[in-house]
């Protein structure tokens, strides 16, 4: 068993910068590539970023790059989504998950956090 917490959500203007953390804990863990997904009210789930726990290898979904940030502290366990230019868009309940395969694709998730709720005002 895999846990991921995820912190770091709020409120943020437009334009405005967020850090979100996942704490990963649990058997095995090391062993899982970590993932950031995002869902707004009223729409499907979006895969964000993931980072390659094996090469740091880094995949962005179109809507983030450029803006958005994925990276690792393995002494801390934790991996970081660090979010700029943060506009309405992006606002969405974000969440981590554990996969063995790198990917942003919900179904191949083997785990997951409960999120956390970024909001951006205009």
């Known amino acids: 068993q895999v846990q991921l917490v995820e912190s770091g959500g709020g409120l943020v203007q437009v334009g405005g910068s967020l850090r979100l953390s996942c704490l990963v804990s649990g058997y095995a863990s090391h062993h899982y590539s970590i993932a950031w997904f995002r869902q707004a009210p009223g729409k499907e789930r979006e895969g964000v970023s993931c980072?390659?726990?094996?090469?740091?290898?880094?995949i962005y979904a179109d809507s983030v790059k450029g803006r958005f940030t994925i990276s690792r502290d393995n002494a801390k366990s934790t991996v970081y989504l660090h979010m700029d230019n943060l506009t309405p868009g992006d606002t969405a309940v974000y969440s981590c998950?554990?996969?063995?395969?790198?990917?942003?694709?919900?179904?191949?998730?083997?785990?997951w956090g409960k999120g956390t709720l970024v909001t951006v005002s205009s």
């Open positions: 980072i390659d726990n094996k090469t740091g290898r880094t």
């Open positions: 998950a554990a996969t063995i395969t790198p990917q942003i694709l919900a179904p191949g998730m083997d785990y």
